[in-house]
């Protein structure tokens, strides 16, 4: 699989294998591919050489099945500036075409029931990040593709991470996380992945990834 | 109608120049550009 | 992922289809940046101003160009809130998160087109009075003066959207929006202008219905049109 | 999305000669061989060149809408560099032809524009292509420059015919009697020898100029590196 950006290949030659209802960190310097490899799984972009698929669906083929089972927190929060937190789930949820009630749960799963009805123009980075853990939480995906989760968020926001993966994985969905705090990331994940220049340079379990010293961690 | 129409050579010679020049200098361009893009494709084919 | 484990989709039967989750979300984004149409509002009504300016006070021309005022006022606005209208899906890339939920493209567009026409048409009304007071404009027959106000924003609306969301992302999207959207909308602007006229400065030959339908025939070919090619045109 | 394939065969130049002596020959009748129109004398002659450029413009036009459906359907980047070329060959034929028709009308008619339905729609479909072509410099995605132009060009193609009846009809009020195109018989020959003439010279810009659209996605379009196996599969989840 491979994906072109003008002349540069952001990556290319990638095959992995992703086990079902576990955690994978994705590990890798700046620009190895990884925000690349997410974004196709999620069907954000089309890979331009080879294929991916999940759960059998093909990300280009199957594209509507693919979505229906995976959610994307993207680096953009995907949110409506003007409108209220709880509005912009209630969006959400009536674009999945279900009803709102979930709506107030995912508010106080992410610590955000009190700031509920604030527009999003007045919320701080993290704050939005929490707001689009919610609108992830809301899809109840088979797949959730997390893009540098601990991303602009305070300690207490590291803690809501990991408890929203455990209750990710408690449902029985597979997750995939690129981050750069790997130390932490490798304690709630089974297996890691490291990519390089847009290609796999080392997969195995997670707690192995801390053992050695491999290159990208310079 | 305001009846036959007197002389206009000079009209007449405007609308074939205009049109000669145009074509030619397009013409011209394009296969300038053609040729370039050509060698520019047989000089590094393998860039990649 | 093993084939045998059953996925629990919750029940799909309470809630709106998506045209209407759409649409619900358009007219809430509407009434929330409802400050932004009022800032529109005022800069047809000054352009109105300006046209008369540049007439000149006798009262008679001013009147028999009244409606090209009024469509060439509603015409400079619509870019912009054509450009707004998309501007907030691009900012924090919301358009793609609600592509990727998964959303119907088609759903998206007309709910956003009909959001597009209704502000369009609000605006046209709104600039109504304002034509009567400058230019003297006025007319008995509002009900039908705000239906052609009502066509030929539809007739802006539709490519407009289409074009909106094409030049969103682009740096140069000020002119490319007017550059691409000027030229296809002719037909509409000629039949609005020649209808609004009609309606102003009285039909003595009937030809308010001709003008109409060809109004109407615009609408419908890009109506159909856009929303069929939409879903090319952000997917890419 | 695969680079076109860009051909180097050289029968451009074949229809690039042949239409020339065409247009030469042509050309010449219209303008020393045949005798001036009765009423409008020698101004006429410029028919002999507008005539031919109004036809080949409307070829050229259908050309590109052909390319942009095509691509949409097949998305094979080739039609994109068609409609290109298409589109630029058409602004250049529909600036032309505006420019014929004001200087047919001003000795005519004593304005430089008469709002001729014909000639008013192309001006207006001169302004659309220039729009798409400026959208296609701002767009740098080789895939959403070639859908996106080709869904403005759809658009933009479709709206030819509306242009033109708005137009005639809003322009009815002082409709011309007779419409440039009343052509007696005795004057075919040269208008049809330069309608063959300007149809080969423009088929061969048109297969030149997407060759060079073609050279250009080529290098836009680098090769994947070398180490790239033929199919690679990536079985997730």
């Given at each position: 699989m491979a994906r072109r950006y003008g002349p540069r290949w952001a990556l290319s030659g990638l095959t992995l294998d992703l086990p079902a209802a576990t955690a994978v960190m994705l590990a890798g310097k700046n620009g190895a591919g990884k925000s690349t490899l997410l974004r196709i799984l999620a069907t954000a972009i089309k890979p331009d050489r080879g294929t991916a698929s999940i759960d059998g669906f093909d990300v280009v083929r199957d594209r509507e099945d693919v979505r229906k089972i995976t959610a994307l927190l993207a680096h953009q929060t995907y949110l409506y500036e003007s409108l209220t937190a709880r509005e912009n789930l209630a969006v959400v949820a009536d674009h999945l075409r279900r009803p709102r009630t979930r709506v107030g749960p995912a508010l106080e799963q992410v610590g955000l029931a009190s700031r509920a009805?604030?527009?999003?123009?007045?919320?701080?980075a993290g704050m939005r990040k929490r707001l689009s853990f919610a609108r992830l939480l809301l899809q109840e995906p088979r797949l959730a593709l997390l893009d540098?989760?601990?991303?602009?968020?305070d300690p207490p926001g590291f803690d809501l991470v990991d408890e929203v993966i455990a209750s990710l994985r408690r449902g029985g969905a597979t997750v995939v996380m690129a981050t750069h705090h790997w130390e932490r990331a490798a304690h709630i994940c089974d297996s890691a992945v490291v990519l390089d220049e847009g290609r796999l340079i080392w997969q195995g379990a997670a707690a192995d990834s801390l053992a050695h010293e491999p290159r990208w961690a310079s | 109608m305001n009846g036959i129409v007197v002389g206009g050579w000079e009209f007449v010679w405007a609308a074939y120049a205009l049109t000669a020049i145009a074509l030619l200098a397009y013409g011209v361009m394009v296969i300038t550009r053609s040729r370039e893009g050509r060698r520019r494709a047989d000089a590094g084919p393998d860039r990649g | 992922m093993s084939a045998d484990v059953k996925v629990l989709v919750a029940p799909r039967d309470t809630t709106p289809n998506a045209l209407t989750a759409a649409l619900r979300k358009e007219l809430l984004l509407q009434w929330r940046t409802r400050g932004q149409l009022m800032a529109v509002f005022v800069f047809g009504a000054a352009a109105l101003l300006l046209f008369s300016f540049a007439i000149g006070p006798s009262a008679v021309a001013l009147r028999t160009f009244s409606a090209g005022f009024l469509w060439l006022g509603l015409l400079l606005s619509s870019t912009l809130t054509l450009a707004e209208s998309f501007h907030i899906e691009t900012e924090h890339n919301a358009l793609e998160g609600l592509l990727l939920l998964p959303a119907d493209a088609r759903a998206l567009y007309y709910a956003k087109a009909i959001a597009n026409w209704l502000q369009l048409t609000l605006l046209g009304a709104a600039l109504v009075p304002i034509m009567v007071v400058l230019y003297?404009?006025?007319?008995?027959r509002l009900p039908l003066l705000l239906a052609v106000i009502a066509l030929g924003a539809a007739g802006l609306s539709a490519p407009g959207t289409l074009y909106a969301a094409m030049t969103a992302r682009l740096q140069a999207k000020q002119t490319l929006l007017p550059l691409l959207l000027f030229p296809l909308i002719v037909p509409a602007l000629l039949a609005a202008v020649k209808a609004t006229s009609l309606v102003i400065l009285g039909d003595p030959m009937g030809e308010l219905r001709s003008w109409l339908g060809l109004l109407a025939a615009f609408d419908l070919i890009y109506w159909s049109l856009c929303g069929l090619l939409y879903g090319r045109v952000i997917d890419s | 999305m695969e680079a076109p394939f860009v051909s180097t065969h050289r029968f451009p130049w074949v229809l690039l000669v042949a239409g020339v002596i065409c247009l030469a020959a042509g050309s010449w009748l219209g303008l020393f061989v045949v005798p001036a129109?009765?009423?409008?004398?020698?101004?006429?002659?410029i028919m002999y060149v507008h005539v031919p450029t109004a036809w080949t413009w409307m070829v050229v036009v259908l050309f590109s809408l052909g390319s942009a459906i095509s691509f949409l359907f097949m998305n094979d980047l080739k039609w994109d560099t068609r409609m290109e070329a298409g589109l630029e060959i058409g602004s250049l034929l529909a600036f032309l032809l505006c420019c014929q028709g004001a200087i047919w009308a001003?000795?005519?008619?004593?304005?430089?524009?008469?709002?001729d339905p014909r000639l008013t729609s192309t001006a207006v479909l001169l302004f659309a292509f220039l729009g798409i072509l400026a959208l296609r410099k701002f767009v740098d995605d080789p895939t959403r420059r070639a859908i996106w132009s080709a869904v403005a060009t759809i658009i933009a193609s479709i709206d030819l015919p509306i242009v033109y009846f708005s137009v005639k009809w809003w322009n009815s009020l002082h409709q011309q009697q007779s419409s440039p195109e009343t052509v007696a018989s005795t004057f075919h020959l040269p208008l049809r020898l330069n309608a063959i003439g300007i149809l080969l010279v423009v088929i061969a810009l048109l297969a030149l100029r997407s060759r060079v659209a073609g050279y250009r996605l080529r290098e836009q379009l680098a090769e994947p590196?070398?180490?790239?196996?033929s199919e690679p599969t990536g079985e997730l989840a």
């Open positions: 009805d604030d527009p999003v123009a007045e919320f701080s540098e989760p601990y991303g602009a968020l | - | 003297d404009a006025g007319t008995s | 129109e009765h009423y409008m004398g020698d101004v006429q002659r001003k000795p005519t008619w004593g304005v430089w524009w008469d709002w590196p070398s180490f790239i196996t």
